[in-house]
């Protein structure tokens, strides 16, 4: 089936994934998980502070590979729901609901 793990769906979704390489996909990931704060930045996961960007990601790269990964295939999995959603309802086999999953 198309939407099986590791078919065409999921060969697609990868070419169309918000990050490019790696390193977008740490960028993004930790986006979500800093703010500002008076000293530089503040990871929202273990409240440790870095004067600079470089200094947290250099933090997110050693400290948060799992969680970043994890993460990614959630992002993922979310697509690919969207999408099935969407293709059920196109085809007339989904829901009478009308409504489509948004990640």
């Not at 790696?22 to 996961?45: Q, T, V, Y």
């Amino acid at each position: 089936e198309m939407m099986e793990s590791g078919g065409v769906v999921d060969d697609m979704m990868q070419s169309v994934a918000p990050w490019q390489n790696e390193d977008e996909k740490i960028d993004m990931f930790m986006a979500e998980n800093i703010e500002s704060c008076p000293d530089g930045w503040r990871c929202k996961l273990d409240g440790k502070t870095f004067s600079n960007r470089r200094l947290m990601k250099v933090h997110f790269e050693r400290k948060y590979k799992a969680e970043i990964d994890d993460w990614a295939s959630d992002q993922m999995k979310s697509m690919k729901a969207s999408f099935e959603s969407f293709m059920r309802e196109l085809t007339g086999i989904g829901s009478n609901s009308g409504e489509f999953l948004l990640p």
